[in-house]
């Protein structure tokens, strides 16, 4: 893969050494001078000194066609001009893009940049998620938050244990994608029955999450 | 919808403050933006349109400071070439602003705006050079 890194201190010296390989060429683009050289240095490779949202810049530096673009500068408009200058212009196949503002996230996307990243964004969500409901359910978040996947574990005094799917009347704005059972992961229809100790992925949209875990953590009366 | 009839003026430097005064002159509703307040004092004692202190590039101050979304014309002239074209960018394709007008320091921005026909740019650096031109031949 042809891969350019545009811009960034510490976080591109990370992914310089992250994607450092013989299938990868890298391409490495740092405004400042002190910094490029510093990386050079560590890293022992090139850089290029110069301004990644100047079209002569890109040129010199030949990301025509590249892989992937990713752009590290501190401002967020920086990265979006850098990113957009390279898609349209230099063919680039991939560009990410790496924001301060959140609210930039699906901005930045409706004008036309693959992949946008940011890092308050990231943290917000893991903190919810570490801090979310009983810590026993890990969730995983997509597509800016839209979707949720939970695990969620399956206790023997539940309701649904022991019971076939199409028997529990399982809610309509949820779904059961996997049930992971004994390392093996089985993928379900009605016809499987919920056994305790197994672990359910459900996926669902984020405002019906504790819908569904009341739902299936519901206790069966009868049960002690 | 809501209708589009003001004018907004991002930045305002020499050029920002040139454009506001002229068309709060004309009668125009004007809306200024710049991130530092004393940019406003380039602005004519007798404009009359609103100041707004903040960073335009975030996008809920647009909404909801500059009404955007009313605006028949911006005009988008910070010291910032990516922030211009960013703004451009927003103010053309999520606001549908029926014209736009942007500033340039670098001629080679005119490739990524060129798809779009809202979009008219402004390079002093191509009208400094066509009048040097202009200037030399008079002289011959």
Redesign the interface.
């Known amino acids: 893969m042809r891969i350019v890194i545009a811009n960034g201190s510490k976080q591109a010296a990370f992914i310089i050494g992250m994607f450092k390989s013989k299938e990868n060429q890298l391409i490495v683009i740092n405004s400042s001078r002190s910094f490029a050289n510093e990386l050079a240095h560590k890293e022992h490779i090139s850089v290029l000194v110069g301004s990644p949202w100047r079209n002569f810049v890109l040129e010199e530096a030949g990301v025509h066609d590249a892989d992937v673009f990713i752009s590290l500068s501190e401002k967020d408009t920086d990265n979006y001009a850098s990113c957009i200058l390279a898609k349209k212009i230099f063919n680039v196949k991939k560009c990410i893009c790496v924001v301060n503002n959140p609210e930039n996230v699906e901005l930045y996307k409706k004008l036309g940049i693959d992949s946008v990243i940011s890092s308050t964004y990231l943290l917000a969500q893991s903190i919810k998620s570490e801090s979310s409901m009983e810590s026993l359910i890990k969730t995983l978040t997509l597509e800016n938050n839209k979707i949720v996947v939970s695990e969620i574990p399956v206790l023997s005094r539940y309701r649904i244990a022991n019971k076939r799917i199409m028997d529990i009347d399982f809610p309509k704005y949820a779904s059961i994608s996997a049930i992971y059972r004994n390392f093996t992961v089985i993928i379900p229809n009605g016809q499987v029955e919920i056994k305790a100790k197994d672990i359910l992925l459900v996926v669902c949209a984020p405002e019906d999450q504790k819908r569904i875990y009341n739902f299936i953590q519901q206790e069966d009366r009868g049960k002690k | 919808m809501a209708i589009k009839n003001k004018i907004v003026v991002i930045g305002c430097g020499r050029l920002g403050s040139s454009i506001a005064d002229l068309a709060s002159e004309r009668g125009e509703n004007v809306i200024v933006v710049d991130s530092i307040s004393s940019s406003f004092e380039r602005l004519d004692d007798n404009f009359s349109g609103y100041k707004v202190t903040g960073d335009a590039?975030?996008?809920?101050l647009l909404e909801e400071d500059a009404y955007i979304e009313t605006a028949r014309e911006v005009a988008i002239c910070t010291g910032?070439?990516?922030?211009n074209?960013?703004l451009a960018?927003?103010c053309a394709?999520?606001y549908q602003v029926p014209e736009v007008y942007v500033r340039f320091d670098?001629p080679?921005k005119s490739?990524?705006i060129s798809g779009n026909p809202h979009i008219k740019a402004i390079y002093p650096f191509e009208l400094s050079i066509n009048k040097f031109a202009a200037l030399e031949g008079e002289g011959k």
């Open positions: 590039t975030d996008v809920s910032d070439d990516n922030v074209l960013f960018h927003v394709t999520i670098d080679d490739a990524l």
